[in-house]
C-alpha cells in the first residue's frame, strides 16, 4: 500500500464515521496511522492505538514523543515540555499540573491518572529535563492541586446552566471564586 494508498483508506474511514470526526491530517497521530496502515494493509483504530502506547494510565497515553490525553479531543504534552514551572503566588510549581487542574474535564479521580502518568513521564524523558532546573516544589504543587480541585467542586454546586447548556457565570460567583483561589494555604 502506498501513502496515498494509506491516506485515502483513512479518508475513507472517517468519511464513513468508522474513525472519529478528528482524525483527519491535523491530528496529532495521523502520520502514525497512515505508517500503520502501509504496514498493515488495514487500519485498526483501537489496534493501533494499542501498537503506539508505552503505557497508559486512564485517559493518558504515554508515547514515544508525548504524553497524549485521549478524552474525546486528543490533549498533548511533547516530550520536553515536562519541566515547565510556574510561580504560583512565590512558589515555584510544575504548570502543566496545575494548568490542566484547571480544566474542567479534569477531577478529583482523573487527576490521579494525570499525575502519575506526568511523574513516569518526567522519569521516562528525563533525557530533556534542564541541566539548570532550580528546586520545583511537587509537594506544593499537589496541595495547591488538591485545593484548587475542591473549590472547582464547590464551585459546581451552584452552578447554573441554561437551556442550551451554556454554562452562566455571574459575577458574584466570579468575587467568590477568586476569594476562594486567594485563600489556598501553602505548605
Known amino acids: 500500500m502506498t501513502e496515498q494508498d494509506a491516506k485515502n483508506h483513512l479518508y475513507d474511514l472517517w468519511q464513513n464515521g468508522e474513525i472519529p470526526n478528528n ?3 491535523d491530528h496529532s497521530d495521523f502520520y502514525k496511522a497512515v505508517n500503520y496502515t502501509k504496514k498493515n494493509n488495514q487500519f485498526d483504530y483501537e489496534d493501533f492505538y494499542a501498537s503506539i502506547a508505552i503505557i497508559k494510565f486512564g ?8 504524553l497524549v490525553g485521549k478524552g474525546g479531543r486528543d490533549y498533548i504534552i511533547e516530550s520536553s515540555r515536562f519541566w515547565e514551572t510556574r510561580d504560583y503566588n512565590g512558589h515555584l510549581v510544575w504548570d502543566w499540573l496545575i494548568h490542566l487542574t484547571e480544566k474542567t474535564w479534569i477531577n478529583q ?6 499525575n502519575t502518568a506526568f511523574f ?9 529535563k534542564p541541566a539548570n532546573l532550580p528546586y520545583v516544589s511537587t509537594a506544593q504543587t499537589l ?16 452552578e447554573k446552566v441554561s437551556e442550551l447548556g451554556i454554562v452562566e457565570i455571574d459575577t458574584e460567583d466570579m468575587l467568590k471564586y477568586s476569594e476562594l483561589l486567594s485563600n489556598i494555604k501553602y505548605l
Open 23 to 25: 482524525f483527519t491530517e
Open 59 to 66: 485517559i493518558w497515553q504515554v508515547e514515544s514523543d508525548a
Open 109 to 114: 479521580e482523573s487527576v490521579k491518572d494525570l
Open 120 to 128: 513516569f513521564c518526567q522519569d521516562y524523558f528525563r533525557k530533556n
Open 143 to 158: 496541595n495547591i492541586q488538591k485545593q484548587i480541585l475542591e473549590i472547582e467542586e464547590e464551585m459546581a454546586k451552584s
